[in-house]
């Protein structure tokens, strides 16, 4: 048994990457708690594995007594001596427990305990890999949808995407390949949950990021994000580098990336604008496609008086307020 289980630990060491000592000081758990079942339940029982040739040893301690009233715990001074030679009344000794027929046992557990002990280790590797990933994008393919959830298949687990988190204008079938925000990753007894989203404004900024070098390298930044899903994203960028035209990084040559990112959002509307410190001009902006005429605003309740001709009126408020109310969002002005 001791060849065997040494085997069978080294091996799992290698491929799974799970330490050697740790597999061993869980196994030994397991085979202790295995022993005292066997024996009653006694505490007073602990085993040891040999860290190099695993072999197993079990004993009970027991106090030295002159006369034994409780066997479980107690040992006479005569049969203490044949193990502890300078043993004496009051003095605890080890005893080496009859481990006959423990071999069958011990390679069950050791199986049942090593695999447990991996898969837990591949749970943890995941909640750990994708708990680093947490606010970016990963890509996967639906597997099924059910109980208000579709499962996605990231290749080396699953990821839960709400369908209230999905887009109001899509219905995704088996074997779409969708990209999807990673918006949270829980512990549960069965393993990580991953969330998933492609409603969260951080996601279409998530996606700039991909798309857009400077983005990715700081160049560009998005300054904020407001979104209806579905519908309409307005995003303002500004540059921290005077030869580089923030609107243009993001639009792409002939509009290629910010058509890529439209593409992912089922035809979402995308407003990039060029961020501000005039609070006028960055309403104005805000408010585009529509042309305005003249902007007032009041400091003290930050509010914003805004005046458009009558043909650029229905453009400025938008379908059912929504361009106007995104421009609020946006620039914090009422």
């Known amino acids: 048994m001791p060849k065997e289980l040494c085997y069978l630990v080294d091996q799992i060491s290698r491929e799974k990457g799970i330490s050697r000592e740790t597999l061993l000081e869980a196994l030994r758990s397991a085979l202790l708690s295995a022993t005292r079942k066997r024996f009653g339940g006694r505490t007073n029982i602990d085993l040891k594995i040999d860290p190099k040739t695993c072999d197993i040893t079990s004993f009970e301690t027991k106090r030295i007594v002159s006369e034994v009233t409780n066997r479980d715990e107690e040992v006479s001074l005569r049969e203490a001596l044949k193990i502890l030679p300078d043993g004496k009344e009051g003095d605890t000794v080890d005893i080496p427990l009859d481990l006959h027929d423990f071999s069958r046992i011990a390679a069950q557990t050791a199986k049942q305990v090593i695999f447990q002990r991996v898969r837990e280790a591949e749970r943890d590797a995941i909640y750990s890999e994708f708990k680093d990933k947490i606010k970016t994008v990963v890509s996967g393919q639906v597997m099924r949808r059910e109980r208000g959830l579709y499962f996605l ?3 080396k687990t699953e990821a839960l995407l709400p369908i209230k988190e999905s887009l109001p204008n899509e219905m995704l079938k088996r074997s779409d390949t969708v990209r999807a925000f ?32 400077e983005i990715h390298e700081g160049l560009v930044v998005i300054k904020e994000i407001v979104r209806e899903p579905g519908e309409r994203t307005k995003l303002t960028v500004y540059s921290k580098d005077s030869s580089i035209d923030a609107v243009g990084a993001c639009v792409g040559m ?51 008086m805004v005046v458009v001709t009558d043909d650029q009126l229905s453009l400025a408020i938008g379908k059912k307020g929504q361009n106007v109310r995104l421009a609020m969002k946006l620039t914090g002005w009422d």
């Open 254 to 304: 002939k509009g290629t990336r910010v058509q890529s990112i439209v593409r992912e959002l089922r035809g979402e509307r995308i407003d990039i604008i060029p961020w501000t410190e005039d609070p006028r001009m960055l309403i104005a902006r805000a408010l585009s496609p529509a042309s305005v005429e003249r902007i007032g605003i009041n400091e003290e309740d930050k509010t914003a």
């Open 153 to 155: 298949n990231l290749g």
């Open 182 to 213: 990673i918006e949270e990753v829980k512990i549960t007894p069965k393993g990580p949950v991953i969330i998933l989203s492609r409603t969260n404004p951080q996601f279409v900024g998530a996606l700039f990021k991909m798309e857009v070098p």
